[in-house]
């Protein structure tokens, strides 16, 4: 399976950040994935931001839970994630990944995107 994000690379501040993974070799309703987002902000770890299950279930980091939103496409086999509000905190490498049986945090991810580099910055 090869997973591809998408998105704008530069953001303004209070905007709304979407990025897209675009999943191939594999269905993203298939049994039992999870397909989730993470970021890393420069100088820091990876973040587990949320994820969307092969059933459509969300779930989603506590302390992004307020402004995150995932969701899914199955005819194009994507899955989106929007961020409302940023700030330049929100600069970070964004990569959407594949877990299974769960994916409620990074170590449990075996597929990855190659990374997107999103800066917030006015």
């Known amino acids: 399976v090869q997973l591809q994000e998408s998105g704008p690379g530069l953001v303004k501040p209070s905007q709304t950040l979407s990025l897209t993974c675009t999943v191939s070799?594999?269905?993203?309703?298939?049994?039992?994935?999870?397909w989730g987002w993470i970021r890393q902000a420069p100088g820091k770890g990876l973040e587990w931001m949320g994820a969307?299950?092969?059933?459509?279930?969300?779930y989603y980091a506590p302390s992004l839970k307020s402004h995150t939103s995932i969701s899914r496409d199955t005819t194009k086999n994507h899955f989106t994630l929007q961020l409302t509000s940023v700030t330049p905190e929100d600069t970070a490498v964004y990569y959407c990944a594949r877990a299974s049986p769960t994916g409620l945090d990074t170590g449990a991810y075996d597929y990855w995107g190659q990374g997107t580099q999103v800066t917030v910055s006015s």
């Open positions: 070799g594999g269905s993203i309703s298939a049994d039992y994935f999870y």
């Open positions: 969307i299950t092969y059933s459509g279930l969300t």
